[in-house]
């Protein structure tokens, strides 16, 4: 298992933090890539640039995300892996860690669109 000095920060550079978030930005030039890192919190992603990021895993698996900016996704905590950016632009997206789970679970839910 990794221990936690071999891990780094979720994304490139903390842009604001209080007692109930922690809004980080990640930005990644083509063929750059992030720490490897632990999420221990759930998250949101909002996509700003970018056409597709890959998430290398410690086991040697890499998936690929396509992504479009104004996206928004809701990430649950317990991954670990490595941001690259193997497209030919910028990826830019900010990232949301929810700290207080108690808080947020008495957050009401939208209701799941009917299609």
């Known amino acids: 298992m990794l221990e936690a000095a071999e891990l780094g920060n979720v994304a490139t ?4 933090e209080n007692e109930r978030v922690k809004v980080w930005e ?13 999420h221990t919190l759930d998250y ?3 996509i700003l ?4 990021i890959d998430a290398d895993r410690p086991d040697g698996e890499s998936l690929r995300f396509p992504v479009e900016p104004g996206q928004l996704f ?4 317990g991954g670990t892996e490595r941001a690259v950016n193997r497209s030919g632009t910028r990826f830019r997206e900010l990232l949301v ?3 207080d789970p108690e808080f947020w679970a008495t957050v009401p839910q939208a209701p799941a669109p009917i299609i």
């Open 97 to 99: 860690e929810l700290k």
């Open 49 to 52: 640039e970018g056409a597709s």
């Open 74 to 77: 809701f990430v649950p905590r």
């Open 13 to 16: 550079r903390l842009l604001f």
């Open 44 to 46: 949101l992603l909002y």
């Open 26 to 38: 990640m930005r990644l030039e083509p063929g750059e890539s992030s720490d490897l890192h632990r």
